[in-house]
């Protein structure tokens, strides 16, 4: 789902013409999503998601233009406060999901840097459609990958204990139902 800011009305005075200026409340409307960091990707060529790279503020300036779905000049951007960079940087980190995984839930590999490309991949392996899921939220689509990732991982061994144990039970509960000893 796409996120509204509104950048606010501001006044400076400009040095060259010697008048102030105001400008006008904007609102731009954003969208976190595989089709944001492609761009992003494709103008910075590294990844957007490696988390050991801080990315420095013209490169965050640039991602919030990436994601956003109105046609502004490059100056509108630079009137983003503190409140709206913030309120952005809430909206990327915002799990936009009621799923929830186990900490040692390592399904998707995590040594691997990640890219646009990747997760175009990791779709096509899933049969997850590019349309309309390339314009979720981010963090929706990274959701739906793991799922069916957990969801198509071979199923876990039990060990002789775990199969002893289990026998037994279906053996308790059976006899129960039966009302014998056996």
Not at 1 to 25: D, G, H, L, S, W
Not at 113 to 126: C, D, G, R
Not at 156 to 166: R, V
Request: some cysteine; aromatic content about 10%.
């Amino acid at each position: 789902m796409p996120k509204r800011i509104i950048i606010p009305a501001r006044e400076f005075f400009n040095e060259r013409t010697e008048e102030f200026v105001y400008t006008q409340p904007q609102e731009i409307v954003l969208e976190h999503s595989l089709i944001s960091i492609m761009r992003w990707e494709s103008k910075w060529h590294k990844p957007f998601l490696d988390e050991k790279h801080k990315k420095t503020n013209e490169e965050f300036i640039d991602y919030v233009k990436c994601m956003s779905l109105n046609n502004y000049p490059d100056h509108v951007y630079e009137d983003l406060t503190y409140g709206n960079i913030k309120e952005i940087k809430d909206y990327i980190e915002d799990l936009h999901t009621a799923t929830w995984f186990a900490q040692d839930d390592k399904v998707l590999p995590s040594h691997k840097i990640i890219t646009a490309e990747v997760l175009y991949s990791w779709m096509v392996l899933n049969d997850i459609p590019f349309n309309p899921c390339e314009k979720w939220h981010l963090n929706n689509l990274m959701t739906l990958i793991r799922v069916c990732a957990q969801q198509n991982m071979p199923a876990k061994k039990m060990s002789e204990k775990e199969i002893l144990s289990q026998n037994a039970n279906l053996n308790a509960a059976r006899l129960k139902q039966m009302k014998t000893r056996g």
